[in-house]
């Protein structure tokens, strides 16, 4: 499997805050099957401002405590970017990390505040769209306006999003009405890829495993192997 949403770069936002946890995070995905990691630390401006420069410093730091601990698992980076009129400037100076697939298709994992749908949101979208982006939507299901509305997906969907919904949504971790909407979305067939999102080995730890067994459970390995292997290898191949 493969995994484009994770929070396992040390001290730079609210993942683990030392080396050795990151560590035993990617130990932990390597037991789960997941064989590439994209590590996709805050972009949250004014307060988490992990701008390309120190996403990379950062993951160069991981890449050695990777070698020295010997662990064979392919990693590679890119961000989750909060929502924030500052994007269009950011990526006009190269200073947004972004998945590459093949060729020069490119996309841009553009989180929502977990209460409300922006004002603006979707003109945010098609300008990115105009600029070769493909805009990865994470967790929908846990947003409390998506929640209460959820034909508000099809306007993301109209947009041309991909939908990415996280494992533990699946797992009931993030309560019913995210457990719900996940699964209702899958068997819709509206979700195109399941990622972690985790941020520790505890409190919010690898369920990929788990989830995809949910996911072959409700609509088959077919699609379960698409949402956790295929459709992450096209968006992010171009990184490994």
Known sequence: MIDI???????????????Q?????????????????VVTPHLHFGRFDNIQPVVAQSFARLQQAIREQQLDIHVAFASEVRI???????????LIALFHGQGPERAILLELPHSHVPLGADKLITWL????LTVVLPHPERNREIKAKPHLLARFKRLG???????????GDFGDDSEKLAV??????????IASDA????RRPFRLAQARERSE????????????????????????
């Open 84 to 94: 924030d009129s500052q994007i269009m400037a950011a990526l006009s100076r190269d």
């Open 184 to 193: 209702q979305w899958l068997e819709q067939g509206d979700v195109d890829l």
């Open 129 to 132: 769209n105009r600029q070769g």
């Open 217 to 240: 459970q409700l609509v088959g390995k077919e699609l379960a192997q698409r949402y956790t292997k295929e459709n992450p290898w096209r968006l992010c191949q171009g990184l490994f």
């Open 161 to 171: 999003c991909l939908i990415q919904v996280t494992a533990g949504s699946l797992l």
């Open 21 to 37: 946890h990151s560590i035993a995070m990617l130990e932990q995905a390597k037991a789960q099957g997941i064989s590439h990691v």
């Open 199 to 202: 941020h520790s080995c505890e």
């Open 5 to 19: 949403h994770n929070h396992v770069l040390a001290g730079i936002d609210d993942g683990p805050q030392q080396w």
